[in-house]
Structures are given as C-alpha cells and as structure tokens.
Nanobody
Framework: QVQLVESGGGLVQGGGSLRLSCAASESLFSINIMGWYRQVPGEQRELVATRANGGTTNYADSVKGRFTISWDNAKKTVYLQMNSLKPEDTAVYYC??????????????WGQGTQVTVSS
C-alpha cells in the first residue's frame, strides 16, 4: 500500500483559502488515481476531486470553480487548492491513492485526514 500524509488543514474564515498537501511514499507515476475526499461526522465520506495519471480531473459539483487538484511528481505530492471557502466545506479531508493490481484489482490507500474548519 501507498503511505500518504496530509497537511495544510486549519481554521479559516468564510471566503478564505487553504491549500492541502498529500505526500506519497512512492512515485506518483506508479499510482493510477489520486484523490481528495471529505467526511463530516455522521455522514458518508464524499468525493471532492480526483486526478488520474493521464491528467484527467474530476470534481464534485459543490466545489467546481473553487477547488483545484494538482500534483508535483518530483515531490511526490498532491495538492488541493481551496478558494472561496464556505462553512459547508468544513470536514476532515482525506487523501486517497488507487493502484491497479492485475491479481487483486484496485488497491486503495488512505491518509490519516486533516481537519478543515470554515467559520461564517
């Protein structure tokens, strides 16, 4: 499995910005899809944004135009730039890595999560 370590969460006022980072233990070229998810207590974890190795990105409708996923292969790090933050963006944000294995199928790894709190 891929080891993932998130950072960059914190408390921010509504309308502000934060950038989350996710450092991977191996080259991003070996990972098929990297993504960010978020979870509020008592609710299911939901997709925020993903980026496939070929460059295709996907965003939840609620964050389109405000969040941007990117990565730096040299640093083995994926970023989530979050602008125009809203109180409803408050959640624990998790980094995910998915690798395809011919024998076992998708192998999914998660980071420990980082708290993002947006005040109104």
């Amino acid at each position: 499995q891929v080891q993932l370590v998130e950072s960059g969460g914190g408390l921010v006022q509504g309308g502000g910005s934060l950038r989350l980072s996710c450092a991977a233990s191996e080259s991003l070229f070996s990972i098929n899809i990297m993504g960010w998810y978020r979870q509020v207590p008592g609710e299911q974890r939901e997709l925020v944004a993903t980026r496939a190795n070929g460059g295709t990105t996907n965003y939840a409708d609620s964050v389109k135009g405000r969040f941007t996923i990117s990565w730096d292969n040299a640093k083995k790090t994926v970023y989530l730039q979050m602008n125009s933050l809203k109180p409803e963006d408050t959640a624990v944000y998790y980094c995910q890595a998915k690798k395809w294995n011919l024998n076992t199928g998708w192998v999914v790894s998660w980071g420990q999560g980082t708290q993002v709190t947006v005040s109104s």
